[in-house]
């Protein structure tokens, strides 16, 4: 494997000063929000690095749970800032509930199934696998509750008068629950149906580099990316599932929601 020295590891960050170049050629307003996404990435990764580094010579199943559960409160957290509708507290709990079910028992099933990592806590695969499935679910979660939330707001009067022609709120809203899935599972769809042509993805790329034959990393590519569709459907559907009762009231009426949040 090639070792990085750290004056070329600081030589990529020529890509962000072009970015940032183009950014000020064109009146682009995003040279902050950049800037901080970079420190922060860094800041993250060294930091990442060094606890790992330490879990892996120091396996304990306490420090590996609580670390897997704060990805989780994290992914979480994250969610909740990303959504620019205002969400009440039934709404959260549905979202938090979902996105920690759905990611942990693809986990569970992954790790204990198809790999049979033994022993259970071996941190070398636990947190990095869980890192990938939590970090999916989040992203079709969020990308879940902003379509169900648009659409909730934007057909409003379709579903009141669904609603008065007799509809259940189930039928009423099932239109814009099945969109919201749609819309949560299409991009690891579309990175499945690009994989292996258009691109290699992080992981595969990673283990070749790291000496790991192919055909390998190829096996683990296919499971973990198997694993990643089933943590973000299950977390997505158990979403959408609950979610569009915190829309209606127990007399079955359509809850007034505001239009988004102001800066």
Same mark, same amino acid.
């Given at each position: ?5 750290f ?5 990529a ?6 970015v940032?170049?183009?950014f ?13 996404a970079?420190l ?5 990764l #060294?930091i990442?690095?060094?606890i790992?580094?330490?879990?892996f ?11 897997v ?5 994290f ?6 800032? *990303? ?8 709404l959260? #709990?549905?979202?938090?509930? *979902?996105?920690?079910?759905? %990611?942990l028992?693809?986990? #569970? ?12 806590f071996?941190p070398?695969?636990i947190?990095?696998?869980a890192?990938?499935?939590?970090g ?14 648009d ?7 379709k579903?009141e008068? %669904? ?5 259940t ?9 099945d969109?919201a899935?749609?819309s949560?599972v299409l ?12 691109f ?5 790329? &990673? ?5 790991? %034959?192919?055909t390998?990393?190829i096996k683990?590519?296919?499971a ?5 569709? &089933? &943590?973000?459907a299950? %977390? ?5 599932q609950?979610a569009?009762?915190t ?17």
């Amino acid at each position: 494997m090639i070792e990085i020295e750290f004056w070329r590891l600081v030589s990529a960050y020529i890509f962000v000063v072009i970015v940032l170049l183009i950014f000020q050629w064109r009146g682009i307003s995003r040279k902050l929000k950049l800037t901080i996404a970079t420190l922060r990435m860094t800041f993250q990764l #060294v930091i990442a690095g060094y606890i790992l580094s330490y879990l892996f010579d120091n396996p304990n199943p306490f420090l590996v749970v609580l670390v897997v559960l704060f990805m989780e409160l994290f992914a979480i957290y994250t969610i909740f800032k *990303s959504i620019d509708h205002p969400m009440g507290k039934r709404l959260k #709990v549905v979202i938090a509930t *979902s996105m920690v079910a759905g %990611s942990l028992i693809s986990l #569970v099933y992954f790790n204990y199934v198809v790999l049979n990592v033994s022993p259970w806590f071996e941190p070398r695969y636990i947190i990095p696998i869980a890192g990938m499935m939590i970090g999916n679910a989040m992203t079709g979660v969020t990308l879940g509750v902003q379509s169900l939330l648009d659409n909730m707001i934007d057909n409003r009067e379709k579903i009141e008068g %669904s609603l008065m022609l007799g509809a259940t709120p189930n039928k009423a809203v099932k239109p814009y629950v099945d969109r919201a899935f749609d819309s949560a599972v299409l991009p690891t769809i579309n990175n499945m149906i690009g994989m292996g042509i258009v691109f290699l993805p992080g992981m595969m790329t &990673g283990q070749i580099l790291a000496g790991l %034959s192919p055909t390998m990393a190829i096996k683990y590519q296919l499971a973990i990316m198997l694993g990643i569709l &089933g &943590g973000v459907a299950m %977390s997505v559907i158990l979403f959408t599932q609950f979610a569009y009762r915190t829309f209606f009231t127990k007399d079955m009426q359509l809850i007034h929601q505001t239009e988004k949040k102001t800066d």
